[in-house]
């Protein structure tokens, strides 16, 4: 458990997907409506210590997927997973899922995230202290044609969400298609106002596809591993990068628990931060990597001795990089600055 200052600070988070977000606690009550997976609960997550490779951690998805085949699933995960965040201080999240349909239960796409959706309603009625935002994700491994309906049913939600659809992502498994077949769908998200948050670079060897990306230019990097030229990237793919200022997310468990980064203080965050490039401490499947976004920043800390008061900036800064409107970063911003002097008298 990380220690109370993370706790207390207040928190943005912008890399998280939904079904890997799922705590024990929540797979526990998922599986008490489906005893045939019963034997499968501890296959959802990495405990401390260990690690996989990235391939069985994608195999982990498979497991965790069949315990979200209907609609009632959906929104039971997406309140629990919205009220665990709130509870580790996060106060602005940006969730993404990549939409599903299941013959057996009835469920489609457009119930999917018409169910995670009504979860977000629930909360905020609740009064549950978190600002909820949604992207919806397109897999990789489904191909542009899927990837292009996903986009005309985002356009739909975007229209008429009250501003929680606020974006794309791209995802899946990186070693799996074609980075390039995806430009059309994700360039007709953007012209359509949808933001984008891409998987970049998430491996090493994908510098053509990471500079046909790049190309778009996406809003946000989502990992950017293998971008810089010590791990075989290039300076021209570090340079669109500063040129765009691209924020990237970066997620530390997640990385060395699925073996892309060595150890801690392998990870990029020290490359970019140190240029002053925008970096955003994420968990991306906090119950899949057993963390949560408090333990991340003192991870961040830890590694890279940075200073409470650093570690406040990087919060602080956090939300230049949301993509809800300008009214909105101002007015986390007054929240952030009204809850820093409780924060800064504690010791
Ligand atoms: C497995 C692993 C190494 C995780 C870290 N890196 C990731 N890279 C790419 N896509 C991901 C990652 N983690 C989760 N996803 C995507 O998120 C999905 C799970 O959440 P959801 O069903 O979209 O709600 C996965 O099936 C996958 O498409
Ligand atoms: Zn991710």
């Avoid at 990789?140 to 501003?163: C, H």
């Avoid at 298609?177 to 059309?184: E, H, M, P, R, T």
Wanted: hydrophobic share 35%; aromatic share 8%.
């Amino acid at each position: 458990m990380a220690e109370q200052f993370y706790k207390d600070l207040p928190k943005v988070e912008l890399h998280a997907h939904l079904n890997g977000s799922i705590s024990s606690t929540t797979t526990e009550k998922l599986i008490t409506k489906k005893p045939h997976l019963s034997d499968q609960h501890n296959m959802t997550v990495i405990s401390r210590g260990q690690k996989r490779t990235l391939e069985e951690c994608f195999e982990m998805f498979k497991i965790i997927h069949q315990l979200t085949v209907s609609d009632e699933d959906v929104f039971v995960v997406t309140k629990d997973v919205v009220k665990e965040f709130a509870a580790d201080g996060v106060k602005y999240i940006e969730l993404r899922s990549t939409p599903r349909e299941e013959k057996s239960t009835g469920m489609t796409k457009k119930s999917y995230v018409s169910s995670v959706l009504e979860a977000i309603k629930q909360c905020k009625n609740e009064g549950v202290d978190i600002d909820v935002r949604f992207l919806l994700a397109i897999d990789r491994r489904n191909g542009p044609t899927i990837a292009m309906e996903t986009v005309k049913l985002a356009e739909e939600f975007f229209r008429s969400s009250d501003g929680v659809v606020v974006g794309l992502d791209l995802s899946g498994n990186p070693a799996v298609g074609d980075g390039k077949n995806f430009i059309a769908p994700l360039q007709a998200g953007r012209n359509l106002g949808l933001k984008l948050a891409l998987h970049l670079a998430e491996i090493p060897n994908q510098n053509e596809e990471s500079e046909m990306l790049l190309s778009i230019p996406p809003d946000r990097i989502g990992h950017g591993t293998f971008l810089h030229p010590e791990v075989g990237g290039s300076q021209r793919l570090v340079d669109t990068v500063k040129k765009y200022r691209i924020p990237l997310e970066l997620c530390f468990s997640s990385n060395v628990k699925s073996q892309t980064i060595s150890s801690y203080d392998q990870h990029h965050f020290h490359y970019w931060y140190n240029l002053g490039h925008p970096c955003v401490v994420c968990t991306d499947d906090k119950g899949v990597f057993g963390t949560d976004l408090s333990l991340e920043y003192q991870i961040t800390a830890s590694t890279f001795n940075l200073s409470k008061t650093q570690i406040w900036d990087l919060s602080y800064q956090s939300i230049n990089c949301i993509f809800a409107p300008e009214s909105v970063k101002s007015d986390l911003k007054r929240r952030w600055n009204e809850l820093k002097p409780g924060l800064f008298t504690q010791d």
